[in-house]
T-cell receptor
């Protein structure tokens, strides 16, 4: 596709359930990022994948959060045992490589935990 | 790690006036400074960026300046229009990660 694609666009889940959020980066982009944006807040870095290197997981807020990137393309962010404070927009982004290249964002997945 | 501060948090201007948003960063190793515009319900979109070997860059009504010594950079929007109303984020790149400022909500009144 022409841009970064995320699904679902909206997700409402019950507290305690697991959720999976999917990201399709721009074709050919080797770098992929996940950010979290709480209502009216800035963007919080979660995790970064670059090619075949080990991901930078330094931003994951707890061990309930994990992410995978299969075949160097599609990525899935998984939140286990969701809590109400996990409610936020989860934004995925990609770029050609890493540093200094334009990073393009998807429209986000809006997660509401009730 | 890198820390980016952004001011002001809100900015209201009259259509046609200029708007300036300022950011500071903490790590002198940061070398890439993009600005993103985010409209309600949308993902952030890049509007302009600057690299550490350049002091100023302009694209039509938008310009960005970088002072490496002082570790601050600014976004300037001239001849503002109502469609410029949005949240603007500055960012700095360190170790391939974008660290964002907290955002500025710009309102342009007709």
């Amino acid at each position: 596709g022409a841009g970064v694609s995320q699904s679902p666009s909206n997700k409402v889940t019950e507290k305690g359930k697991d959720v999976e959020l999917r990201c399709d980066p721009i074709s050919g982009h080797t770098a992929l990022y996940w950010y979290r944006q709480s209502l009216g807040q800035g963007l919080e870095f979660l995790i970064y994948f670059q090619g075949n290197s080990a991901p930078d997981k330094s931003g994951l807020p707890s061990d309930r959060f994990s992410a995978e990137r299969t075949g160097g393309s599609v990525s899935t962010l998984t939140i286990q045992r969701t809590q109400q404070e996990d409610s936020a927009v989860y934004l995925c982004a990609s770029s050609w490589t890493g540093s200094g290249n334009t990073i393009y964002f998807g429209e986000g997945s809006w997660l509401t935990v009730v | 790690g890198e820390n980016v501060e952004q001011h002001p948090s809100t900015l209201s201007v009259q259509e046609g006036d200029s708007a300036v948003i300022k950011c500071t960063y903490s790590d002198s190793a940061s070398n890439y400074f993009p600005w993103y515009k985010q409209e309600l319900g949308k993902g952030p979109q890049l509007i302009i960026d600057i690299r550490s070997n350049v002091g100023e860059k302009k694209d039509q009504r938008i310009a960005v300046t970088l002072n490496k010594t002082a570790k601050h950079f600014s976004l300037h929007i001239t001849e503002t229009q109502p469609e410029d109303s949005a949240v603007y984020f500055c960012a700095a790149t360190l170790d391939d990660k974008l660290i964002f400022g907290t955002g500025t909500r710009l309102q342009v009144f007709p």
